[in-house]
């Protein structure tokens, strides 16, 4: 007779009339559809052969230290073969070079005045290339913060800020790829005609004269292929 009585509250399967059934308490990010999780060096890989794999995973997973570590690592593999095979004084040379309006007038400056540019160039240049990991960092906060306030405020999502960091700091991993063609372009260039700031010709204001404006250079200078993969 037990088996006909209707079950109590407390021992019925099913949630009571007008209650909402418990959900389980994932992360707002994750992401329960079955797919096993990538590992961080899936991760890396995918993100220039299949993005939306990885992109996806993030959802999962926030984690983010391994394309930090590769970024940092081929940021300063480019800076060490630029120091050795363009010299500091060269690079520093190359950084006036590209402002070319300044170069010129700089040329009919003393030589002291000239010598004092060509040093504190230098010397920012040392700088920065030291400091390749805490530039990355807060590139990518600045990236996610767009990302975050773009989704949520203009499209009424719910990212979060450390997801939107992750896919930042996967979305730059391309850059692996211009450090790599930049070591190749100093391989297979003089030293003297090698540009820091246009290393490779990925863009179309590479291939404009130097006397062209400024503003078309950094308007064609936009569309660069790398810029546009991230």
Do not use: C
Not at 60 to 74: G, K
Not at 105 to 128: D, H
């Amino acid at each position: 007779m037990s088996d006909l009585l209707p079950h109590s509250k407390e021992s019925s399967p099913y949630p009571a009339p007008g209650s909402v059934a418990p959900v389980p308490a994932y992360d707002r990010f994750s992401e329960d559809d079955g797919t096993p999780p990538l590992t961080q060096v899936q991760r890396v890989m995918n993100t220039f052969f299949a993005p939306s794999k990885t992109f996806t995973d993030i959802r999962r997973n926030r984690s983010w230290w391994l394309p930090f570590v590769l970024l940092a690592l081929f940021g300063y593999l480019f800076s060490a073969v630029a120091v050795h095979r363009i010299g500091m004084d060269g690079l520093a040379e190359s950084a006036l070079r590209s402002n070319p309006k300044r170069y010129e007038q700089m040329q009919t400056q003393p030589p002291e005045a000239r010598q004092q540019a060509l040093t504190f160039t230098r010397a920012i240049m040392q700088g920065s290339f030291v400091a390749l990991p805490v530039f990355q960092l807060v590139f990518s906060a600045i990236f996610a913060l767009l990302l975050w306030g773009g989704f949520n405020f203009v499209l009424g999502g719910s990212a979060t800020f450390g997801g939107m960091y992750a896919v930042a700091m996967f979305a730059a991993l391309p850059g692996i790829l211009r450090s790599l063609l930049s070591i190749g372009t100093m391989f297979i260039t003089d030293a003297d005609s090698f540009n820091i700031s246009e290393p490779v010709g990925t863009n179309p204001g590479y291939y404009l004269s130097p006397d062209s404006a400024a503003w078309l250079r950094s308007l064609l200078g936009s569309f660069d292929l790398f810029t546009l993969w991230i």
